[in-house]
């Protein structure tokens, strides 16, 4: 196998999980089951989802120096990530995520972000030779958009793959956009980005259209269990999802980004890519929490290839 490294930038956090019947209204107490606590943070997921499923990662993030951080870096340590690009802030908490579950996997999530905004584009600086020397860039919107914006302007300048998932949804520049290999919103978020809603394949198509014209090189819309909508030079269609029996989607699309990355530096085709991040993620959505769902590299061969035989 080919273990081209992928280099993550973004969040490192602890996620507090909280499973309730339904998502709380405002103003309204809600007795909630099972509680948990576990590893998280968009990019730390990402991280781990693309190392259990064969990928060589190394993550640039930064914690606090508190037990929180400790744990988080010894949690991905545990999963064979490279973690010698995380720095300790001494002035400010690791991150926190607090995680409300219902019963049917949907989630609502609130983010005190801590020292993951304090990776600055100094810090990104530091590490230019990691970026400049790997097959792939991995990021996300959990870091402040300047330090996206350096990585992204390294990894261009060293024709580096640039996988940017656009996530929590918001505004970012046309420039970074522009910049990008490939982007990787999910409906809401291709939303904020085009003003385009997007209830069908049409409309997915005016948006990943909207994208590419803002100069994406691919554009992966992220559809749920419909699959994913693909646009680039090679034409527009959809690779389909896979069913599956929903526990908590917490992490899915970073399950989806992280495999998604594996499978582009082995080589896969574009479709394959995305097939076999399918399964990744269809796999973690039948499991709570969010590093704890992600699958490793043999539950999600042996799962694509019983999908696709059936």
Known sequence: MNRKTIVVVGSSNTDMIVKVPRIPRPGETIMGGQFSMAAGGKGANQAVAAARAGGRVVLIARVGDDVFGEEAVQS??????????????EESPSGIALIFVAEGGENSIAVAPGANMTLTPAHIDKFRAHIAEADTILMQLETPLETVMRTAAIAAENRRRIILNPAPARQIPADLIGLTSIITPNESEAEVLTGISIQDDESARCAAEALLRLGAGTVIITLGVRGAFVAGKDGN?????????????????????????????????????????????ALSVTRLGAQPSIPGRLEIDDFLGRRLKG
Not at 76 to 89: G, K
Not at 247 to 266: C, H, I, K, P, Q
């Open 76 to 89: 991905i340590t545990r999963d064979a990530v490279d973690v010698s690009c995380i720095a300790r802030d």
């Open 237 to 281: 269609y959809r690779v389909p999802g896979f069913q599956v029996k929903a526990v908590d989607t917490t992490a899915a699309g970073d399950v989806f980004n992280g495999a998604l990355a594996v499978g582009l530096s082995e080589g896969s085709s574009l479709p394959d890519a995305v097939r076999f991040a399918h399964a990744a993620a």
